[in-house]
């Protein structure tokens, strides 16, 4: 067997991806009440607290993937739920602060409030330092390609999306909006590699809401980017639910990784268990092989309170993503019924993640916690 170039000091990088950041009215609430009690953020909103719980994963990792997933307005407002959002671009002070490098922007909520959003969050990505990919504001724009360099190793990021039937992109500027196709991103991928990409991400926008089961659409993609394309992972969201990793072929598939941070208006549970995907790539004589892990995350919601009344002992009382097999290790003074609301998030996110199979000879595992 031919000794790897990892085995004689090749190269390795790690990347951590996450699902949906979806900023409902509730938590631009929870953003001004922490604002309040850090003295710290914008225009007088802190989300920093409400992200801080990932931040030791996140900014491990030698490339951290997000996925913002609406347009940002002014950082005063007005700002706005669904189905049109328009969010605080306070948000993505706290994403660069957790740790991320680079987001994927192409979502069917990126036309919500025309091209001015388009303009507005890009430009608030651009003034932080934050890559992205997915969306443009003019055509020249749309034809650059995120390339980022890892550890010396040049990493590109695409990120595509279906169109939104509510605000479509008007048709004599379809370059607003990255579209799912095939062409798109096969074109896409030889660009990448014409400009000396030697890795490949892909982020894309898929599949049906609230299902934890890829559709067939999906998995027919999915087949045929293994097959077709040279593309190292696939990192997908849209569905605010997690769904399962796959190893399709040589290809590593995160159908949906959930919801990153998201307060529904109808809270279901499975739609405030996320997933941060652990994805650990090592050279070799043959390519590039990855591994892949995962941790559980949870959108702990306080109880809606009547007025004057006041929260249980050791209940929640403020909107935060917790990392799950932190707190489940080191409880600190979680109350019982806390923790077995994680154990269930941990136990049934799994179920979700392993129903292809990818925990047998794939080797799909948790992210343990370091020392």
Avoid at 199 to 206: C, E, K, M, R
Wanted: hydrophobic letters at 35%; proline letters at 6%; one cysteine or more.
């Amino acid at each position: 067997m031919a000794e790897t170039q990892a085995e004689a000091g090749g190269r390795s990088f790690t990347v951590a991806a996450a699902g949906d950041i979806l900023i409902h009215p509730e938590l631009i609430e929870q953003a001004a009440k922490d604002a309040k009690e850090t003295g710290e953020g914008e225009a007088g909103l802190d989300f920093r607290p409400l992200l801080a719980g990932v931040k030791p994963v996140i900014s491990e990792a030698d490339l951290a993937i997000c996925h913002m997933e609406t347009p940002v307005g002014k950082p005063e407002g007005p700002f706005e739920g669904f189905p049109e959002f328009l969010v605080p671009p306070q948000i993505l002070t706290a994403v660069k602060d957790v740790g991320y490098d680079t987001c994927s922007t192409a979502s069917n909520h990126t036309y919500d409030h025309g091209m001015k959003g388009v303009r507005n969050t890009l430009d608030a990505l651009d003034k932080l330092g934050l890559g992205h990919t997915g969306s443009a504001r003019t055509a020249k724009e749309a034809e650059k390609i995120n390339i980022r360099e890892v550890k010396g190793v040049k990493v590109a990021h695409l990120s595509y999306s279906w169109e939104s039937f509510v605000h479509p992109t008007p048709e004599d500027k379809p370059w607003i909006l990255n579209k799912t196709s095939s062409s798109a991103i096969r074109k896409a991928e030889a660009r990448a590699r014409e400009k000396g990409a030697e890795v490949v991400i892909l982020s894309v926008h898929w599949g049906a809401e609230y299902y934890n089961e890829p559709s067939t659409a999906q998995l027919n993609l999915a087949q045929w980017i293994s097959e077709e394309t040279g593309i190292d992972l696939v990192i997908g969201h849209h569905s605010h639910v997690v769904q399962p990793i796959q190893k399709v072929g040589d290809t590593w598939v995160a159908y949906s990784l959930g919801n990153q941070v998201a307060r529904h208006s109808s809270p279901a549970g499975i739609t405030e268990e996320g997933v941060i995907g652990w994805f650990e790539f090592r050279e070799s004589a043959d390519g590039w092989g990855v591994s892949a892990r995962h941790r559980t995350t949870l959108v702990e919601i306080p109880p809606e309170l009547q007025p004057g009344e006041k929260p249980a002992d050791g209940a929640v009382v403020d909107h935060r993503v917790r990392d799950v097999r932190q707190s489940l290790e080191k409880p600190g003074d979680l109350s019982e019924e806390r923790l077995s609301r994680l154990r269930l998030a941990e136990q049934r996110t799994s179920g979700f993640l392993y129903n292809r199979g990818a925990p047998g000879g794939d080797g799909l595992k948790p992210l343990p916690l370091e020392g």
